[in-house]
């Protein structure tokens, strides 16, 4: 293991996805209402999604559709244009102050 390699990011899909797999199951399991679920899962969406790009909290949709045999979560993220270029530049910089 390299020195450099210590200061890797290290990929936030797989704990993003392992955290909604459990936050369903909890819902699967309770008979609360929906509501509390979904802003709960649209705040840590939000988060994860700042890390990487400036998203408007509106612009981040959160749907939760209960069927019979399973529950179906759709989310939907506008990303304004350039956002991903403008990140990869402030990245950049600051990679070459460091």
Do not use: C, W, Y
């Amino acid at each position: 293991m390299s020195f450099f390699n210590f200061f890797a990011r290290k990929p936030t899909a797989p704990i993003a996805r392992d955290r909604l797999q459990i936050l369903l199951a909890h819902e699967r399991a309770s008979f609360g209402s929906n509501s509390d679920l979904i802003a709960l899962l649209q705040e840590e969406i939000l988060a994860v999604i700042r890390k990487h790009v400036t998203v408007e909290r509106d612009k981040v949709q959160v749907k939760l559709d209960r069927g019979d045999s399973f529950s179906t979560l759709e989310i939907g993220v506008e990303i304004p244009p350039g956002a991903v270029e403008k990140q990869a530049e402030i990245r950049r910089a600051a990679a070459r102050a460091s």
